[in-house]
């Protein structure tokens, strides 16, 4: 079955401390794997996708086939970090669709 | 970039009566669109994929007759809460693919509708 945990409801760290938010998938076949931010107040978009292996934001994520890994990383955190993160994942096989993980709120404290 | 749009973007209603909810694509045709349910503190689950012009495809446990999806058009696509209970209010959001041509598409989330059910 498809499955993505993310195992910390709740992140806090210093503006300046490197951040690292863990998501872990199952999945039987060959995924997508996508971060998702939401802000305060606003609508649910894209950080990053394991495709592109872009850095957006200051943010990186490396998908770890061995470990069934996409946890997403920065070195420094900032205050306009702070917002809900959720791991997602995808694929051919389930039609495309997205199965979200419980989502991790980060907290950048001054 | 894409704008999915939501209305309304909260509505009361009584027990028993039933509730549209619209999700637009803006400046971009969506074949498919999708329809999630979030409650508090909790994550996404995806309710419901909307193809235009075909019937909604369903995941398991939810009520075909109960939430009812109609895609019409490749830029509208509705929700209906039929006789709705205190237990279906939420906070629904869909979201749309771009129909980029490539073998990947990016979802495109509205704002969401929150639905309080007196």
């Known amino acids: 079955a498809q499955r993505v945990t993310q195992p910390e409801k709740l992140l806090s760290v210093f503006k300046g401390a490197p951040v690292e938010l863990k998501c872990n998938y199952s999945?039987?076949?060959?995924?997508?794997l996508f971060w998702y931010v939401q802000y305060s107040r606003q609508r649910l978009q894209l950080l990053l996708r394991?495709?592109s292996r872009e850095s957006i934001k200051g943010f990186t994520a490396d998908l770890n086939k061995g470990e069934t890994s996409f946890h997403l990383k920065k070195p420094f955190a900032q205050e306009e970090d702070s917002a809900m993160y959720y791991c997602a994942l995808s694929g051919w096989e389930y039609g495309n669709k997205l199965v979200f993980g419980a989502g991790t709120i980060l907290r950048v404290k001054s | 970039g894409a704008v999915v749009s939501q209305h309304p973007s909260w509505v009361i209603c009584k027990s028993g009566t039933s509730v549209k909810i619209e999700c637009r694509s803006l400046d971009f045709q969506a074949t498919t669109m999708f329809w999630y349910r979030q409650f508090p503190k909790q994550s996404l689950m995806l309710m419901a994929t909307?193809?235009?012009?075909?019937?909604?495809?369903?995941e398991q446990g939810v009520e075909k007759d109960k939430f009812l999806i109609n895609h019409a058009s490749l830029t509208l696509s509705t929700l209906t809460v039929t006789s709705a209970h205190p237990e279906d209010s939420s906070f629904y959001i869909c979201?749309?693919?771009?129909?980029?041509?490539?073998?990947?598409?990016?979802?495109?989330f509205g704002p969401g509708t929150r639905l309080t059910v007196t």
């Open positions: 979201s749309a693919n771009e129909n980029s041509g490539s073998s990947f598409y990016e979802q495109y």
């Open positions: 999945y039987s076949g060959s995924p997508e």
């Open positions: 394991h495709i």
């Open positions: 909307s193809n235009e012009g075909s019937k909604a495809t369903y």
